[in-house]
């Protein structure tokens, strides 16, 4: 059995750890019969929420209704676990459901791309995942944790990839000061030598004390010597099964930091440090259409419709449509400097970043597909930067581009430092065609949104040395 074109791997992965007792069967049966009741209850509560939206008219007011728990905690995840989140995550999980997470710490995107890898991974080894929140690493420590649910729609991922997804806030109070030790297995110290296992932010924040067992060798992704930080997706799956499990404990855990507990990597909740950088047949793999991260979890990873419709709404504003007119097809553009500067080595910046005249060519060409692929004249393009300078914005706007203003509309202060990026991302996604930079993971994701979910014109500007994007 295989991976199939409808993203689902090996047996049915809908219910794990699904009875097979006859009192199993007849619980089965009286939830098929609870489901169903809940479905006919959450059409009625769908078709109530969205004409609540349509009669929001403030994004205060439509911020307000992130508040509102998603669908997965009232309905079908909430049976892969014993109740409401409890002191510790033990008491919350299922004798007969095996679970799998880990932790993030390498900037938004790439914690996307690593969510993605976790569930992947979950596919393949048939568990269920407890995906973590995400952490302020390059917001700044003032911002909160946010929860996956806040950003993408769970329930449109769960049913998409036949599986439940549950969230750490669903499983452990984070407000209690109960403290829990887990085993984890750590694949940092295989790829990057004499280094600890990968810290999180998050890990204090759940209270939890780990103790770390080194990953065995074979699960590198390359071979021996070549200079490479990726694991093998499929090589760690084997950790979750008895006998890769047992061969692969050769040394004794770490003690835990706080109680100085040995703990050998749990089974009931498989657990990894870092998996940001893991692949099934390749490194760097999410620059391929045929990722298999990408085909069969990350592009069923759509957004919350909510921060949808405030993003939309911001969207509108810079483009100056009335309300009374639907949004116009748009190109997107994203262009990051910040923290690029560093690899401009002897060149200036001026030199080394994609100049406006560059990005115009890219932005005609992406215009001229659109026209001839699809019959439509696209006008309007809104730009997305990391860049500070007022005057490199200014010649942005002699080009008749646009982009969202944050400092004005004081998304700040209303929504939180965690949402600009976040409505950077779903402005790129938006568009009609995008146009990115080159090695950036936030362009690489706009530029596989829009391709997938909108058969999209899309362009990579490459960066780097003068002329660098000339062709």
Not at 236 to 257: K, N, V, W
Request: hydrophobic share 40%; net charge negative; charged share 20%.
């Amino acid at each position: 059995m295989a991976l199939t074109s409808e993203g689902i791997l090996y047996q049915d992965l809908g219910r794990p750890g699904r009875p097979a007792s006859r009192s199993g069967i007849l619980s089965h049966y009286i939830f098929r019969r609870q489901f169903i009741a809940s479905c006919a209850a959450l059409a009625i509560v769908s078709v109530a929420a969205l004409t609540l939206l349509s009669l929001v008219a403030t994004p205060a007011q439509l911020q307000a209704l992130l508040t509102i728990a998603p669908v997965t905690e009232v309905e079908d995840a909430q049976s892969y676990l014993l109740g409401p989140p409890t002191r510790s995550f033990r008491e919350n999980l299922r004798n007969d459901t095996k679970y799998i997470t880990s932790w993030l710490n390498a900037g938004w995107t790439n914690d996307v791309m690593t969510i993605g890898n976790l569930l992947y991974l979950a596919l393949i080894t048939e568990r269920v995942p407890i995906i973590p929140s995400f952490i302020p690493s390059h917001i700044g420590p003032e911002a909160p944790p946010l929860p996956f649910g806040h950003i993408f729609d769970v329930p449109r991922l769960s049913k998409a990839i036949r599986t439940p997804v549950l969230e750490w806030h669903q499983v452990k109070d984070a407000n209690d000061s109960s403290l829990d030790e887990l085993g984890c297995w750590a694949i940092w110290p295989v790829v990057e030598q004499g280094a600890p296992p990968r810290d999180s932010f998050l890990i204090p924040k759940l209270n939890l004390d780990l103790s770390y067992t080194r990953a065995p060798d074979w699960v590198k992704l390359t071979p021996p010597g070549i200079d490479d930080k990726h694991v093998s997706l499929w090589s760690l799956a084997r950790l979750g099964y008895p006998e890769a499990r047992e061969s692969a404990i050769s040394q004794p855990p770490d003690p835990s930091p706080q109680r100085q507990l040995s703990i050998p990597p749990d089974d009931h909740l498989l657990c990894f440090d870092y998996l940001y950088y893991t692949a099934v047949t390749a490194a760097w793999e999410w620059n391929w259409d045929y990722s298999p991260v990408w085909r069969f979890v990350g592009r069923h990873m759509y957004w919350n419709a909510t921060v949808e419709k405030l993003a939309e709404e911001l969207a509108r504003r810079a483009m100056n449509v009335p309300d009374s007119e639907p949004i116009p097809p748009f190109i997107s553009i994203h262009m990051r400097h910040g923290d690029f500067r560093i690899y401009c080595n002897e060149f200036t910046e001026d030199q080394c970043f994609v100049p406006l005249p560059a990005i115009a060519r890219r932005v005609a060409e992406v215009q001229q597909e659109l026209l001839d692929r699809k019959g439509i004249n696209v006008t309007h393009v809104i730009m997305t930067s990391d860049e500070r300078d007022p005057n490199w914005w200014a010649e942005v706007r002699k080009y008749g581009w646009t982009w969202v203003d944050y400092a004005a509309e004081r998304t700040v202060e209303k929504y939180g430092k965690w949402y600009p990026v976040l409505f950077d991302a779903i402005l790129q996604s938006r568009g009609a065609g995008f146009i990115g930079t080159e090695y950036s993971t936030m362009s690489l994701l706009a530029l596989r949104r829009v391709q997938d979910w909108s058969g999209g014109a899309v362009r990579m500007a490459k960066w780097g040395r003068p002329g660098a994007d000339d062709h």
